[in-house]
């Protein structure tokens, strides 16, 4: 990571820190029965924000491979890549299942 991006990235941190503070604070507060959703939530929300911030963060280095490859007359394909939790569970795949097409 470069210096900026360091920065960025532990100021995102102290901000999901202070936002889990409030939530917890909020849950306390308001004797909310249903805490298990609010932290589901937080959760999912902390996990997809870190990921899409960790391959933003690569995109810099992808562009100067990628414009380094047309300069030597190369092609460059470029995939983003996760973990495809999303599109696996629309599909109800299950484990030891065939797939006859591409996902």
Do not use: D
């Amino acid at each position: 990571l470069t210096r900026a991006q360091s920065r960025v990235y532990n100021a995102a941190a102290a901000f999901m820190t202070t936002l889990r503070q409030c939530l917890t604070q909020a849950i306390q507060e308001t004797r909310q029965s249903g805490k298990g959703q609010a932290w589901k939530a937080y959760w999912s929300c902390h996990q997809r924000f870190f990921k899409l911030l960790c391959i933003s963060m690569k995109v810099p280095v992808v562009v100067e491979h990628a414009r380094k490859a047309l300069g030597e007359g190369m092609c460059a394909v470029i995939g983003l890549q996760t973990t495809g939790e999303s599109a696996e569970s629309g599909l109800e795949l299950a484990p030891g299942m065939r797939v006859e097409a591409f996902v």
